[in-house]
């Protein structure tokens, strides 16, 4: 009930891209409840007497897809980014609390151009000496 019912907002894009803390969670609470559906599927296929009105392919059916979905959670394990968070650098090389990276906020951007092309202009030119 647990994969079925949360499972299928997984994959809503509007729901992962507004909420990623509900999609993270949720994932958290359906991948080992989707593992545990598909491997016990998967051991009453094998452990439990099946009636004889059913064939092999029935049996062969139910290991498929039991298979599928058991690989397809793995692999969805496999594909979710770690969450390391590692300093950009050494606590010892701390910038300070004044430093800043990147210009001034004040400025705008139209400024900051204006400026950029007024350090690649030339104070004296050889023209202006004629």
Avoid: N
Avoid at 63 to 69: M, R
């Amino acid at each position: 009930m647990v994969f079925c019912g949360l499972g299928a907002f997984q994959f809503l894009r509007g729901l992962r891209d507004r909420h990623p803390r509900y999609h993270r969670i949720a994932g958290r609470i359906v991948l080992p409840a989707g593992l545990a559906m598909a491997l016990s599927g998967l051991w009453m296929t094998q452990m439990y007497d099946f009636v004889p009105e059913q064939s092999w392919p029935v049996r062969a059916v139910r290991l498929l897809f039991g298979s599928a979905t058991a690989v397809g959670l793995v692999l969805a394990l496999a594909a979710m980014p770690p969450r390391t968070f590692k300093p950009a650098w050494p606590r010892s090389c701390s910038p300070g609390p004044f430093a800043r990276a990147g210009p001034s906020p004040s400025r705008k951007p139209q400024q900051l151009r204006m400026l950029k092309k007024m350090q690649r202009q030339p104070r004296w030119s050889s023209q202006a000496a004629i």
